[in-house]
């Protein structure tokens, strides 16, 4: 103890006795851990809960969100299979409906219901829609729309199918189709676009436009249909 050190030093002024008390006293805490103040201890142990106590609330937060994920993955496998059954019942029946559903004054095509549609009219001289990373089994390719403007109707998007894009790149040739024309097939709404990350098209040029996903309200004012 300190008393022992005092009695032990020799005879020296005052002040550098309480020096050297204090350097002795130090160098002999620290080559005696378990003899250190109790409040170094306490610190300790409550970083310790402290640490613990974070790893707890991250634990249950990720647990709330893979929790919240799965909820959302089977509403969206639900809601799938509801519209597989769906149009399952329309491809079956074939109700025909005609293409005056989308009169100027009705619901835009992405806000009606499924119908097996028929009506006359001509494919406009504007740029094919060319929706970009469409897969078919392995293959990658691009679905192809057109404007297709009904007699008495609102201009819709017809898709005429899928084609495949090499790995160059390189966009497959858009014939046009000229004419009036009569089509009979299912209306349905726009694809779903998934994550909206960067530009949702490129105007590439006047044979087509390449896409990701498919905006009706801004594709109408850019083709002015």
Known sequence: DTLSLHDALPIYPDCIKSRLIRRLSVVFARSTPWI???RI??????KRVKKRWFYYLFAA???LAFFSLGRWQLARA???QHRLDAVAAVLKDRKLE???LLSKESKSADQ???AWVSGRGYFPDLPALLLDNQRSGEKVGVNVYRVFQPENGKALLVNLGWLEVPG???MPDIKKISGTQELNGLLVSPPSPGLAIGPAYVKTGNEYWLMTRMPLDELANDLKT
């Not at 201890?41 to 409550?46: A, K, L, N, S």
């Open 36 to 38: 250190s103040d109790n």
């Open 41 to 46: 201890i306490r610190f300790q142990r409550e």
């Open 61 to 63: 937060t990720m647990c």
């Open 78 to 80: 639900e809601w799938k």
């Open 98 to 100: 005609s293409l005056s």
């Open 112 to 114: 009606l219901e499924l």
């Open 168 to 170: 160059d790149r390189t």
